[in-house]
Structure formats: C-alpha cells, structure tokens
C-alpha cells in the first residue's frame, strides 16, 4: 500500500529564517506531487505541483519554492521565511495516469513563523 | 480557470439528523467530484468521490449527488455521530487541470 510522510510535524521559524520542508511517498512509482498550504482557518492553496524529477509548477508567486530530487521526494523551502509564510503545509501525491485522480494527503506540517 | 463554491461554511445538528454541504463549480468540463474530511492537526481523508458518468453514490452513511447541468453536487450524512465533526472540503478536477480546485470548506458539528 501506499504511504506518505511529511517532516517535520511541527516547525518554529524566526522571520528571515531559511526553510526546508520534506515530503516522501512509499509504494507507488511516478506520483504526481503536490504542496498545499492551509492558513488557520482557511481552505486549501495550492503552492507547486510536480509530474516528474525536476518538474515544478507554480501556482501562486511567493518567497516560497520546490524541488523534486528523486521520482518520491518533493521538498518545500525558502531563503527567508515571513511572517504570512506561518500555517499548515500539507503534501500530496496523486497517480499520473488517470487524471483526474484521488490526490492522497500527508499528514501535514505545522509551521509557525515569530 | 475552475471555481469551486462551498456552502455553508459552518453546519451544525444534532446527533442523528442530517447533514447537507453543497458545492458549485464553474468549468463544466470538470469531470471527477472528491469529498475529503479534515480532523483537527491531520490532513485531510478522501471520504467519497464521484465521476460525471454517475448521478448519485453512496457508502453507507455517506452519500454524493452530482448535477452536471447545474454545476452542482452535494454531500450527505445521514445519522450523523459526534465522530462526524470535522471540517469537510470539495474539489473539482478535470484531464486539462493540473490539480484539483478546493472549496473553503465546512467546518460540521455534531452535538449529542
């Protein structure tokens, strides 16, 4: 069966901090990849998405960027976090064929910017 | 591009009534209709889902209507439990999207 991990489950950042968040798959090959943010609150944004190794999307411009070293690894950083960077950071991992398809949730990442 | 509505944004019943969330959505070419639950501090869990080839779909307790010429479907909960209470989202995806487009979501209370 598939799996999804995110570390770490929570983060404390200063403001002007870098950032490096990561997302592994288990149990699947070629996944489409994806980061979303949830702001206290609030719905879901979509951030980057990936459908191969170094294949990154933007949806939203912002300080934040993405990486896809290996076919299941999918890494959320930053040079310099802001304070409006705070929130729940959730990775996702969907098949690539059959779009459309069931996008399969990790377990999230709490990030809190001071 | 796809805009998902999601209504209301908060719901709350009793023990064993009913609950209704609705969602709209603007690109009829969507054609695949998920509904997540969300628990506080987790991510969120596909609870059901619809394709547009189905009218109606149903897992025990929980039922998805989909009206494609309306552009809208509806999630239902019969016999809602105090388990229940989460925040609920729809999405919206199509083969020319690259991801799915979410709804602002519903936060659901059950009281007992």
């Known amino acids: 069966s598939q799996t999804i991990h995110q570390w770490p489950a929570t983060l404390v950042q200063p403001v002007g901090s870098p950032l490096s968040l990561e997302c592994t798959v288990e149990g699947t090959s070629n996944p489409n990849l994806y980061w979303y943010r949830q702001a206290a609150g609030r719905g879901l944004q979509l951030l980057f998405y990936s459908v191969g190794i170094g294949q990154i999307s933007s949806e939203v411009p912002q300080n934040l960027s993405a990486s896809r070293p290996q076919d299941r690894q999918f890494i959320l950083s930053s040079k310099k976090l802001l304070l409006s960077d705070s929130g729940f950071y959730l990775c996702?991992?969907?098949?690539?064929?059959?779009?459309?398809?069931?996008?399969?949730f990790g377990p999230g990442t709490r990030l809190t910017v001071l | 591009g796809e805009n998902v509505e999601q209504h209301p944004s908060t719901l709350s019943v009793q023990e064993g009534d009913s609950a209704v969330i609705k969602c709209t959505y603007s690109d009829s070419a969507s054609n695949y209709f998920p509904w997540y639950k969300q628990e506080l501090g987790k991510g969120p869990q596909l609870i059901i889902d619809i394709r547009s080839n189905v009218g109606e779909k149903k897992d025990q307790r929980i039922a998805v209507t989909l009206n494609k010429t309306a552009k809208h479907f509806s999630l239902h909960i019969t016999e809602t439990q105090p388990e229940d209470s989460a925040v609920y989202f729809c999405?919206?995806?199509?083969?020319?999207?690259?991801?799915?487009?979410f709804g602002k979501g519903t936060t659901l209370s059950v009281s007992s």
């Open positions: 996702a991992w969907s098949r690539l064929a059959g779009w459309p398809d069931t996008q399969y």
């Open positions: 999405a919206a995806g199509n083969q020319a999207g690259t991801a799915l487009i």
